[in-house]
């Protein structure tokens, strides 16, 4: 088995994919974020001591969505078209969605992921004053669409 991002000396580099065709590419992520009773209350009340938890969370997720390539070293800098993050408070965590769109000539699966990974962080900062507990969990590619190997969901579904 080979890996495209590994040299045949074992280093790692960037793959070249100018030779590649731009398509319409899209990813969606999701993760959550487990919390507190209290928590989840201050949430629903509109008590959380720093804010919008949720408002700070979304515009994080979409800016980090941006900045992928500053942070994933492999990772190749696209045109971010569009980002839609969701997050959905119930009774035990915050469920995050992010779903990233581009035309470009690789995927956003890692602009999805990363999206969803600072949106979660952004919820514990806001949140910690609360429950110093809060845990990130279940961070996943749930489905992908566009380029070569076409259009994929987990499960298969």
Same mark, same amino acid.
């Not at 495209?4 to 074992?10: E, F, K, P, Q």
């Not at 696209?78 to 779903?99: C, G, S, Y």
């Given at each position: 088995m080979s890996l495209n991002h590994l040299r045949a000396d074992g280093t790692a580099h960037m793959i070249d994919v100018s030779a590649k065709s731009v398509t319409t590419r899209s990813a969606t992520a999701q993760g959550r974020v487990k919390l507190s009773a209290a928590a989840v209350d201050a949430l629903r009340g509109g008590t959380v001591p720093k804010g919008d938890a949720i408002g700070v969370a979304r515009i994080a997720g979409i800016q980090a969505a941006k900045r992928t390539p500053e942070l994933v070293p492999l990772a190749h800098p696209v045109a971010v078209h569009a /980002? +839609?993050?969701d997050l959905e408070v119930h009774d035990d965590h915050v469920a995050i969605t992010a779903t990233v769109r581009t035309a470009d000539r690789t995927g956003v699966e890692m602009e999805a992921l990363t999206c969803v990974s600072v949106a979660a962080l952004a919820m514990i900062d806001m949140i910690k &004053? /609360?429950?110093? +507990? &809060?845990?990130?969990?279940? /961070?996943? /590619?749930? &489905?992908?669409s566009g380029g070569r190997s076409g259009d994929w969901v987990r499960g298969g579904a």
């Amino acid at each position: 088995m080979s890996l495209n991002h590994l040299r045949a000396d074992g280093t790692a580099h960037m793959i070249d994919v100018s030779a590649k065709s731009v398509t319409t590419r899209s990813a969606t992520a999701q993760g959550r974020v487990k919390l507190s009773a209290a928590a989840v209350d201050a949430l629903r009340g509109g008590t959380v001591p720093k804010g919008d938890a949720i408002g700070v969370a979304r515009i994080a997720g979409i800016q980090a969505a941006k900045r992928t390539p500053e942070l994933v070293p492999l990772a190749h800098p696209v045109a971010v078209h569009a /980002v +839609e993050v969701d997050l959905e408070v119930h009774d035990d965590h915050v469920a995050i969605t992010a779903t990233v769109r581009t035309a470009d000539r690789t995927g956003v699966e890692m602009e999805a992921l990363t999206c969803v990974s600072v949106a979660a962080l952004a919820m514990i900062d806001m949140i910690k &004053a /609360v429950d110093r +507990e &809060a845990v990130i969990d279940g /961070v996943m /590619v749930t &489905a992908k669409s566009g380029g070569r190997s076409g259009d994929w969901v987990r499960g298969g579904a």
